[in-house]
């Protein structure tokens, strides 16, 4: 479970990351020292809040699709045999980390390329906080939980780092009046992901995927309706989020002329 994790960070967060800190830099370094109001400034973080819904958004799906799908994707990738021990259910409460890992790695990255000396001097004492109620968490989860404690104790270090960063971006945003920001998905796109996940579930039970006995049809049949969920959802979020469509056609856009050079 956890090197699935750990491929999802390497191919995916990973260069997500390093491709936005530099960005940030970047635009850091065009920008005059500090001045968070400058136009500029306010490109970037509407550039970072776009991103960020659509990091939030693949974690909505990661913890609401990932406990329906666990137990197919590990009988896949490593046989029936995991499937049928614990391994399914740690993935699930795995998919919490992923979520996480993936709010705070991109916030994470903006606070360290744009944030003063100070700020990032009140960060560093606030992640040494952080790391001690980690290893507490993790002895006290580990105790009556077991393997679940300690990755619901490394989620929750993720998160609080995740916070702070956020409490960072609204403040800095709010300070100049920068009201174009927005960090959260839109209520229906919300929605979707809920009730698509839901539905998912209710096939699942009703296909019995779950049972020993189930079919490759059912199987087939329950991929296919999380397949058509999944759409639904990045439909949702295509008609809900323009900024999300604006830089898709931006994204294709310079991939097409990349091609053509």
């Not at 799906?61 to 406990?67: E, H, I």
């Not at 109620?133 to 993790?138: D, F, P, Q």
């Not at 059912?218 to 999944?230: C, E, K, N």
Request: proline residues 3%; glycine residues 6%; positive net charge.
């Amino acid at each position: 479970v956890s090197n699935l994790g750990s491929l999802v960070a390497r191919i995916f967060f990973a260069p997500l990351e390093e491709a936005a800190f530099a960005h940030f830099s970047r635009d850091k370094a065009a920008a005059a020292p500090h001045d968070a109001a400058s136009p500029a400034a306010r490109a970037t973080r509407r550039s970072l809040g776009a991103l960020l819904r659509a990091v939030a958004l693949f974690a909505a799906l990661a913890v609401s699709y990932g406990p329906t799908y666990g137990r197919l994707l590990v009988r896949l990738l490593y046989g029936t045999t995991w499937a049928d021990g614990p391994a399914p259910a740690l993935f699930s409460t795995y998919c919490v980390a992923i979520a996480a890992m993936a709010l705070n790695g991109l916030a994470e990255a903006y606070v360290q390329a744009t944030a003063s000396r100070a700020q990032l001097a009140r960060f560093s004492m606030l992640s040494i906080v952080f790391t001690a109620v980690y290893v507490l968490a993790s002895i006290a989860g580990a105790r009556t939980l077991g393997t679940h404690g300690i990755v619901l104790a490394n989620s929750l270090n993720l998160g609080l780092r995740a916070a702070v960063c956020l409490a960072h971006i609204r403040r800095e945003a709010t300070a100049v009046g920068d009201t174009d920001v927005r960090l959260s998905l839109h209520r229906l796109v919300l929605a979707t992901v809920v009730a698509s996940a839901l539905g998912a579930r209710a096939a699942g039970e009703l296909l019995g995927v779950w049972r020993s006995t189930a079919t490759l049809r059912a199987h087939v049949a329950h991929v296919l309706v999380g397949i058509l969920g999944v759409a639904t959802v990045a439909l949702s979020a295509l008609w809900c989020e323009p900024d999300l469509r604006a830089y898709l056609r931006s994204f294709i856009s310079r991939k097409s002329q990349s091609k053509v050079d």
